[in-house]
């Protein structure tokens, strides 16, 4: 059995990123158009695939997804970030994987390939100091409501680590769930 599909980048060997909720993520705007993407992301060494992936939810904007790698990576040819754009508004989501995916930071907390409960931990914790309310989800999950994020799991050997969808409903949407993809929701 193949178990490097499960090998996870340690924080040395991942770029970074800052992120600004619903601003950007990295070299990336929220609302900017694919050719700007492509042209960000391909100043800091990455590649791009582009699909399009018909009409949004709304039957009447296209979609397209902008798939980035690593240019030189020997690491599985994962995609390390999958950015998600509606016609006539741009930019919406940003998916990055937990595996291979830059290290995303927002008020000095690592969200990307984390384990869940040491996320869960920092965050509550960063929500009891500051007097941010937070949320637990179905899964367990804790959601500070200001970092405008969504996060789910990727397998990584025995263990689990996180993945992080951000996005800006950009007054199209009115939760993550009808702004992103269903792709997104089954991201492993």
Known sequence: MNTDLWVVLADSERRRWEYFPRQSIGPLRFGM???????????????????????????????????FRRAASHYLDRAVAKCYFVEGVGLSCVLVDGLCGPQVTHEGIRLVGRVPSELN????????????????????????????????????????????????????????????????????
């Open 33 to 67: 158009e694919r050719q700007e993407a492509i042209t960000a992301m391909g100043e800091h060494g990455f590649t791009a695939t582009q699909e399009d992936l018909g009409l949004w939810c709304d039957g009447k904007r296209a979609q397209w997804r902008l798939e």
């Open 121 to 188: 931990q920092e965050m509550e914790a960063y929500a009891l100091e500051t007097g941010e309310g937070f949320r637990i989800n179905g899964e367990g999950d804790v959601y500070c409501d200001s970092f405008v994020m969504e996060r789910g799991t990727q397998r990584a050997g025995d263990s689990v680590v996180t993945w992080a969808l951000f996005y800006d409903l950009r007054g199209i949407a009115g939760t993550s769930w009808d702004m992103a993809p269903t792709e997104v929701w089954h991201h492993s």
